[in-house]
């Protein structure tokens, strides 16, 4: 069975560093991966899907990668802003999504 | 683009009441649907899901059942809550195998 681990579970950093979240998985049989971001008491946001054929994503401060052979992919925030401070979730899908259980990011002004 | 409406936000009952949460999607054709279970400060669960009209498959055993009556609805049902039943219920969609959507989620308490 799929399984998907984040590391870490918790990050607080000041504004403006970049960071780096973490997303493992343990078969590589997956069609794509896809970062979201959950906001408290609310739906998860799509950021970046990476379908299995390709290796990374990007999108304004954000750039996804994806390792599929080693079951790897990371989130990179560039210039970190308060308003990124949300939980972070990374989902691998073949048939089904298998959600990691996130990255409570703070970042303090 | 692709939506999906849940419905209610919130919504509080009783111990041993019945459950109706209704999930309807726009913006595509035969979508496949997720319902999903989010307990405070843990993953997601995934409850069900449908690759079709009357086409539902359990993930875990529960209190919880799931239909899809129509090509774009989705509904959680339960005949008797249970304490344990509390939680943020995520309805999703993907199609094709891409890119998924979820709703904005209802949060469910029993009491």
């Known amino acids: 069975k799929q399984e998907v681990t984040q590391i870490p579970a918790a990050l607080s950093v000041p504004e403006g560093e970049n960071l780096v979240l973490n997303c493992s998985f343990t078969d590589s049989a997956i069609y794509n991966l896809q970062w979201f971001r959950q906001d408290p008491g609310k739906g998860l946001t799509s950021l970046l899907l990476i379908q299995s054929s390709q290796r990374e994503q990007t999108s304004g401060r954000l750039n996804a990668s994806l390792d599929k052979s080693s079951g790897r992919s990371t989130l990179y925030i560039a210039a970190s802003q308060p308003g990124d401070s949300a939980t972070y979730l990374c989902?691998?899908?073949?048939?089904?999504?298998?959600f990691g259980s996130g990255t409570k990011l703070n970042v303090k002004p | 683009s692709q939506t999906i409406h849940q419905w209610p936000a919130t919504l509080v009952q009783p111990v041993g009441s019945p459950l109706s949460l209704e999930c309807t999607v726009e913006?595509?054709?035969?979508?496949?649907l997720y319902w999903y279970r989010q307990a405070a400060g843990r993953g997601l669960q995934l409850l069900f899901y449908s690759v079709g009209i009357g086409q539902i498959s359990s993930e875990v055993p529960q209190n919880l059942s799931a239909s899809r009556p129509q090509d774009r609805q989705f509904i959680l049902s339960s005949k008797k809550l249970l304490l344990s039943d509390s939680g943020f219920y995520l309805c999703?969609?993907?199609?094709?195998?891409?890119?998924?959507?979820f709703g904005q989620g209802t949060r469910l308490t029993v009491v």
């Open positions: 913006g595509t054709s035969n979508p496949n």
């Open positions: 989902a691998v899908q073949r048939n089904k999504f298998y």
């Open positions: 999703a969609l993907e199609a094709d195998n891409t890119e998924a959507f």
